[in-house]
Nanobody, 125 residues
Framework: QSHFVESGGGLVQPGGSLRLSCTASGFSLGGYTLGWFRQAPGREREGVSCLNHDAGTTYYAQPVKGRFTISKDTAQNTVWLQMNNLKPEDTAIYYC??????????????????WGQGTQVTVSS
């Protein structure tokens, strides 16, 4: 059975850092483009970042530019999201999803499939 799992969330104070991971099992992430998304209570899921399968093209939503970094470790079959200088408004469940190969790297939710179960990030003092 193929699936992937997000982890690394937790409770952190404003200004702190977390590193989220999205690890695949049963298939290789190497040929896929993955995106990170988040969903806060009462809000729609929104794009955060995307990394093209060749690790060339990236996308970052404006609110996270300069604070978040997406990367991939092919050997560990994992895509990372390093989050620095976290703010209370970053509080959400974070998910990773696989981009439909007909589309380019972006934060547009309908272009993604095969969501993981998510990991909770809470930024609070």
């Amino acid at each position: 059975q193929s699936h992937f799992v997000e982890s690394g969330g937790g409770l952190v104070q404003p200004g702190g850092s977390l590193r989220l991971s999205c690890t695949a099992s049963g298939f290789s992430l190497g040929g896929y483009t993955l995106g990170w998304f988040r969903q806060a209570p009462g809000r729609e899921r929104e794009g955060v970042s995307c990394l093209n399968h060749d690790a060339g093209t990236t996308y970052y939503a404006q609110p996270v530019k300069g604070r978040f970094t997406i990367s991939k470790d092919t050997a560990q079959n994992t895509v990372w999201l390093q989050m620095n200088n976290l703010k209370p408004e970053d509080t959400a469940i974070y998910y990773c999803g696989i981009l439909d190969p007909d589309y380019v790297c972006s934060g547009y939710v309908p272009h993604y499939n095969y969501w993981g179960q998510g990991t909770q990030v809470t930024v609070s003092s």
